[in-house]
């Protein structure tokens, strides 16, 4: 593998996102063969996560649908090929307005605010809505990624469900899902077992239910031996449950997931060159053709994304801490033991497909990095580097 990634970077360049298709439909199959076990199970990948078009295209082979939260994501894919009813959109802070346009696209709406309820169902009561309710549950690997606890701006509250049915009531509109998303990185399956038993709850109040659709947030491992979300055992558990509400509803629901790091977080490594090899009194700097600008979750999360040294694999390893071209502090790992780095050396950064090119930017007016594809064996570029064309295309130049 080392070699074709070196290869993928004398071909394309670096800084350069290279995604393997096999992991991607291995890991849906993963979660699919999870919960076998109920009638009907759907998948809507979300989009966020890593939104080019030619991985959109993927995942509608696998048959998935999209969870989105834009306008521009439903209409991504939609021109990936998807069929406006596999695509749910998610929004939060939103206008009327944009939830009205993508509704008029045929695309299935959630809804996690009363006064935007109440707007949408008095204008358009023949549309079907989903509620996204907001269980109280804290979970999460971080503060920014827990969005299911009491101070959190997502869903509506389980204690507002009075209101709820009040408005449902007084202007006739369909609720047809209830839709819970508790936040990114949870470990513990007891937390999901716990949180699924309130959107039951809330679930039992509403008579025109299609699905259910309990969000995602797995956490996946990011270096060998890391714990992850047993998604096996949650599928068992949460399947049996799962068909033993739906026997005391009286209809078989579609569960549905809207995962996205699950999906393609390991699927993705980021390759970097090392610009150069900075010895300082206290530290040995690898510092990369790239920064916080391509792949920002480092500084943003603390997360800690695994780096190999693919141009010299079998080096005896040193102390690094790699870095990046920001003109700010830009550190990508502190203190991280690799494989010997030269001038020049490729380095592989793992779990890089979730969260990483779609949260990149153009700050330092740098471009944003290519994007590979490997599919069937065969490495596609999917995006093209930018160009200072790119950089410039929006904006206007006035007469000074
Ligand atoms: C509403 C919603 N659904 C799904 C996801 C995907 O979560 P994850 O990437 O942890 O699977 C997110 C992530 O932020 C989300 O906000």
Same mark, same amino acid.
């Given at each position: 593998?080392?070699?074709?990634?070196?290869?993928?970077?004398?071909?394309?360049?670096?800084?350069?996102?290279?995604?393997?298709?096999?992991?991607?439909?291995?890991?849906?199959?993963?979660?699919?063969?999870?919960?076998?076990?109920?009638? !009907? +199970?759907?998948?809507?990948?979300? $989009?966020? *996560? %890593?939104?080019?078009?030619?991985?959109?295209?993927?995942?509608?082979? #696998? /048959?998935?649908?999209?969870?989105?939260?834009?306008?521009?994501?439903?209409?991504?894919?939609?021109?990936?090929?998807?069929?406006?009813?596999?695509?749910?959109?998610?929004?939060?802070?939103? !206008? +009327?307005?944009?939830?009205?346009? $993508?509704? *008029? %696209?045929?695309?299935?709406?959630?809804?996690?605010?009363?006064?935007? #309820? /109440?707007?949408?169902?008095?204008?358009?009561?023949?549309?079907?809505?989903?509620?996204?309710?907001?269980?109280?549950?804290?979970?999460?690997?971080?503060?920014?990624?827990?969005?299911?606890?009491?101070?959190?701006?997502?869903?509506?509250?389980?204690?507002?469900?009075?209101?709820?049915?009040?408005?449902?009531?007084?202007?006739?509109?369909?609720?047809?899902?209830?839709?819970?998303?508790?936040?990114?990185?949870?470990?513990?399956?007891?937390?999901?077992?716990?949180?699924?038993?309130?959107?039951?709850?809330?679930?039992?109040?509403?008579?025109?239910?299609?699905?259910?659709?309990?969000?995602?947030?797995?956490?996946?491992?990011?270096?060998?031996?890391?714990?992850?979300?047993?998604?096996?055992?949650?599928?068992?558990?949460?399947?049996?449950?799962?068909?033993?509400?739906?026997?005391?509803?009286?209809?078989?629901?579609?569960?549905?997931?809207?995962?996205?790091?699950?999906?393609?977080?390991?699927?993705?490594?980021?390759?970097?060159?090392?610009?150069?090899?900075?010895?300082?009194?206290?530290?040995?700097?690898?510092?990369?053709?790239?920064?916080?600008?391509?792949?920002?979750?480092?500084?943003?999360?603390?997360?800690?994304?695994?780096?190999?040294?693919?141009?010299?694999?079998?080096?005896?390893?040193?102390?690094?801490?790699?870095?990046?071209?920001?003109?700010?502090?830009?550190?990508?790992?502190?203190?991280?033991?690799?494989?010997?780095?030269?001038?020049?050396?490729?380095?592989?950064?793992?779990?890089?497909?979730?969260?990483?090119?779609?949260?990149?930017?153009?700050?330092?007016?740098?471009?944003?990095?290519?994007?590979?594809?490997?599919?069937?064996?065969?490495?596609?570029?999917?995006?093209?580097?930018?160009?200072?064309?790119?950089?410039?295309?929006?904006?206007?130049?006035?007469?000074?």
């Amino acid at each position: 593998m080392e070699q074709k990634l070196l290869d993928i970077a004398t071909e394309y360049g670096s800084p350069i996102y290279v995604y393997n298709a096999d992991t991607i439909i291995k890991q849906y199959q993963r979660l699919t063969n999870a919960f076998k076990d109920v009638p !009907s +199970l759907k998948l809507n990948y979300a $989009v966020k *996560a %890593l939104s080019n078009i030619s991985v959109l295209k993927l995942f509608k082979t #696998l /048959e998935s649908g999209l969870d989105t939260v834009s306008l521009q994501e439903v209409l991504l894919g939609l021109k990936a090929g998807f069929d406006p009813s596999a695509i749910i959109y998610t929004p939060n802070g939103v !206008s +009327l307005e944009e939830i009205e346009e $993508v509704a *008029a %696209l045929g695309v299935q709406i959630n809804i996690d605010n009363l006064a935007i #309820l /109440e707007q949408f169902g008095s204008k358009h009561p023949h549309i079907p809505v989903c509620i996204r309710i907001n269980p109280h549950v804290m979970a999460g690997g971080n503060t920014n990624i827990s969005v299911g606890h009491i101070d959190s701006k997502f869903g509506i509250s389980i204690h507002q469900i009075p209101h709820l049915l009040r408005i449902v009531d007084n202007t006739g509109m369909r609720i047809n899902g209830i839709h819970m998303h508790t936040g990114s990185d949870i470990l513990d399956i007891d937390v999901f077992l716990y949180a699924s038993e309130i959107l039951f709850e809330t679930a039992a109040h509403f008579k025109d239910l299609e699905f259910t659709d309990f969000g995602s947030g797995f956490k996946v491992p990011y270096k060998d031996g890391d714990i992850e979300t047993d998604i096996e055992e949650l599928g068992q558990k949460l399947s049996l449950r799962f068909n033993s509400f739906c026997k005391d509803y009286g209809k078989d629901l579609t569960l549905a997931f809207e995962p996205g790091k699950f999906l393609v977080s390991e699927a993705g490594v980021f390759l970097t060159k090392v610009n150069s090899v900075k010895q300082t009194t206290s530290t040995v700097f690898a510092q990369v053709d790239s920064g916080f600008n391509h792949l920002i979750r480092p500084m943003l999360y603390g997360s800690q994304h695994e780096i190999l040294n693919v141009s010299n694999p079998t080096g005896k390893e040193r102390f690094y801490s790699v870095v990046g071209y920001i003109c700010e502090t830009d550190t990508f790992a502190n203190n991280r033991r690799i494989a010997e780095i030269r001038e020049g050396d490729v380095l592989c950064f793992k779990n890089a497909g979730a969260y990483c090119f779609s949260m990149a930017s153009n700050y330092n007016s740098r471009y944003r990095p290519a994007e590979v594809l490997i599919y069937n064996g065969e490495s596609h570029l999917i995006r093209k580097r930018e160009s200072f064309e790119d950089l410039v295309q929006n904006q206007i130049e006035i007469p000074l």
